[in-house]
């Protein structure tokens, strides 16, 4: 049974109809969020009710807006948070932990939002669904979409990591590669969708459903800390889906009567060479003004202009939380460190979170005893060049020749 009740316009509040395809707002063009009825589902809905499902972000099923389908899902969410104790104790932070979202399928967190929009668009009707992307939300798009046999199509820059373009030529999507950056991307879907006007569009809160999957992961939290929240989240931002989205799930929680209390510091981070949301935070801004010439390796932060900029910047505000940058040499290091001393290869997107960690202490934001979790938002595997970086620097570890054959 759904507890959806409509859509309602995060900006000037108009309500738009949840049982039928929507983008944005009919009115201003801001996202549109899902509304529940919490009031009626709090009288029976108790965090010991899912105690007894399967481990993936369909056990919060009465606040997602897509029917659970053993068709469409393949066990995105429930990823492990792991402590991070040899980094935290070299920081002086024994609380520190990492929650692993490069575990889920097509190895990023984008599977979460991806397998609920496509879910949603396909109940509704959708039959060819296309999206701009930096490269792991296009992977996850192409095999929910191959899964449901829905044509599909993909917008990336041209230097994305090879491991996305081909994960998603092989599983049977239509892939243009575009000079550039996403929002360029973004401007040629546009152009696309001109001449072919069947085409639904999941790009980036452009559609109302991906960051109701990428909230359960405020609600993995409230569980992993024991029906608690942490004190302090580090969030790798580039569209801001993840982070507006446990945002959200906070306020929900709330209404539930889950959690009372203050709610956690929520941390933005960006590479120096692509900031719009820190600079915005920075100067007291609403929104944030475009990012000229972004350059990153982190490619899943390297987004000039987030159509939730301002939804982001509340959220930080709001939660008495800040904004960060750090360069990609600092990302580089530490992904290293990550992997020698805690075993998790990062996406360098979430190795970022870790290299903030320190400028976060210069700045007196941390205390000892806050509970941090790092957000590692995809895997490392999947970023060959970056790899080849730092394999580079290992070189002198490896005695023989690997040969091409496998
Ligand atoms: C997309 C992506 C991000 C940014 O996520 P948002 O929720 O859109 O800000 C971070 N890291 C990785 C690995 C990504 O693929
Ligand atoms: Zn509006």
Redesign the pocket.
């Known amino acids: 049974m759904s507890y959806v009740t409509e859509l309602i316009c995060s900006s000037c509040g108009t309500e738009h109809a949840a049982d039928q395809v929507q983008t944005v707002c009919r009115l201003c063009e801001k996202p549109l969020l899902v509304q529940y009825d919490l009031s009626r589902l709090a009288a029976s809905w108790t965090p010991e009710v899912l105690t007894d499902r399967p481990f993936t972000m369909w056990r919060y099923h009465e606040v997602l807006p897509a029917t659970p389908d053993p068709r469409y899902n393949l066990g995105e969410g429930g990823t492990p948070l792991v402590r991070l104790s040899r980094m935290g104790a070299r920081w002086g932070l024994p609380h520190l932990a990492l929650k692993d979202e490069g575990q889920n399928p097509t190895l990023?967190?984008?599977a979460r939002g991806l397998s609920m929009a496509v879910s949603r668009a396909y109940e509704l009707g959708c039959s060819h669904l296309a999206i701009p992307s930096?490269?792991?939300?296009a992977g996850a798009l192409a095999v929910y979409t191959a899964r449901l046999g829905l044509r599909c199509t993909v917008f990336m820059p041209e230097d994305t990591p090879q491991a996305n373009i081909t994960e998603c030529q092989i599983a049977g999507a239509e892939v243009h590669l575009i000079p550039g950056t996403i929002a360029d991307a973004g401007k040629a879907l546009q152009a696309y969708q001109q001449q072919h006007p069947e085409v639904f569009s999941v790009s980036?809160l452009r559609e109302p459903y991906r960051i109701e999957g990428?909230k359960t992961m405020g609600y993995e939290l409230f569980e992993q800390y024991n029906h608690e929240l942490p004190d302090v989240i580090i969030?790798?931002?580039?569209?801001?889906?993840?982070?507006i989205?446990m945002w959200k799930a906070f306020q929900e929680m709330k209404a539930l009567g889950w959690v009372k209390g203050p709610l956690p510091r929520m941390v933005a981070v960006q590479s120096t060479g692509c900031a719009p949301i820190v600079r915005a935070f920075e100067h007291g801004l609403d929104y944030a003004p475009p990012w000229k010439h972004p350059r990153t390796l982190?490619s899943?932060?390297r987004?000039p202009a987030?159509l939730g900029d301002f939804l982001i910047l509340k959220a930080l505000r709001e939660s008495r939380g800040t904004a960060v940058a750090v360069p990609d040499e600092a990302i580089l290091q530490v992904m290293q460190e990550l992997v020698q001393e805690e075993g998790i290869l990062t996406?360098p997107?979430?190795a970022a979170t870790l290299a903030a960690v320190p400028v976060l202490q210069q700045k007196g934001f941390l205390r000892e005893q806050d509970r941090i979790v790092l957000f590692n938002?995809?895997s490392g595997y999947k970023y060959q060049r970056v790899l080849d970086r730092l394999r580079q620097k290992a070189d002198a570890n490896v005695y023989g020749t690997s040969s091409d054959l496998p």
């Open positions: 990023s967190f984008k930096a490269g792991n939300a980036t990428k969030y790798p931002t580039g569209g801001g889906t993840g982070l989205g982190a899943g932060i987004v987030a996406a997107e979430g938002t995809g």
